[in-house]
T-cell receptor, first 113, second 113 residues
Framework: SQELEQSPQSLIVQEGKNLTINCTSS?????LYWYKQKYGEGLIFLMM?????EEKSHEKITAKLDEKKQQSSLHITASQPSHAGIYLC?????????????FGQGTTLQVKP | DSGVTQTPKHLITATGQRVTLRCSPR?????VYWYQQSLDQGLQFLIQ???????AKGNILERFSAQQFPDLHSELNLSSLELGDSALYFC????????????FGEGSRLTVL
């Protein structure tokens, strides 16, 4: 969706390196959701952010929400091959209060051992 | 395991044919969402049902239809199939609209030859 832009589109990093993926919305965010997808498989929910300034962490993955910029970042510390996959941000932009999410195009992450 | 079950996992059919994809939401979830994922379009919202009623419509073609049954499972019907309909079709569920994250099934991969 052009309403939600992710960058970069793809990323190749050496194992052990840190990386950041960004997600920017052109509409007001009422909730921002990060998912991970292995190619051709289902989406696995990672984290949900709802309040400006909110930051959540799970293992080596940290996500932040900047309400003013309508932007979220996903940061992976000391990347591992298990982090490889497609990261998708999904946003609730409160269209008719349906709870549906629109998604960015995804960021494909490769981690080289 | 998200608790959302989709069948079939893979489907190969010919142009002009009709197929039905089935989704069983997580136990207790009343809202079902259908998404289509293709390489060029990304993850696109098709349609949403809540407790048996259509709640929201997205980029769903007229050749496609869906319904949610009293037992809350949902079916997506795709007819007069074209080559461009080849994609991964995902079902997701939530307790109710706007309740938070969507839980995705593993998807049904449709190949139209």
């Amino acid at each position: 969706s052009q309403e939600l832009e992710q960058s970069p589109q793809s990323l190749i990093v050496q194992e052990g390196k840190n990386l950041t993926i960004n997600c920017t919305s052109s509409k007001t965010l009422y909730g921002l959701y990060w998912y991970k997808q292995k190619y051709g498989e289902g989406l696995i929910f990672l984290m949900m952010l709802q309040k400006g300034g909110e930051e959540k962490s799970h293992e080596k993955i940290t996500a932040k929400l900047d309400e003013k910029k309508q932007q979220s970042s996903l940061h992976i510390t000391a990347s591992q091959p298990s982090h490889a996959g497609i990261y998708l941000c999904g946003a609730d932009i409160r269209i008719s209060n349906t709870g549906k999410l629109i998604f960015g195009q995804g960021t494909t992450l490769q981690v080289k051992p | 395991d998200s608790g959302v079950t989709q069948t079939p996992k893979h489907l190969i059919t010919a142009t002009g044919q009709r197929v039905t994809l089935r989704c069983s939401p997580r136990s207790g979830d009343l809202s079902v969402y259908w998404y289509q994922q293709s390489l060029d379009q990304g993850l696109q919202f098709l349609i949403q049902y809540y407790n048996g009623e259509e709640r929201a419509k997205g980029n769903i073609l007229e050749r496609f239809s869906a319904q949610q049954f009293p037992d809350l499972h949902s079916e997506l019907n795709l007819s007069s199939l074209e080559l461009g309909d080849s994609a991964l079709y995902f079902c997701a569920s939530s307790v109710e609209p706007g309740a938070g994250e969507l839980f995705f099934g593993e998807g049904s991969r449709l190949t139209v030859l």
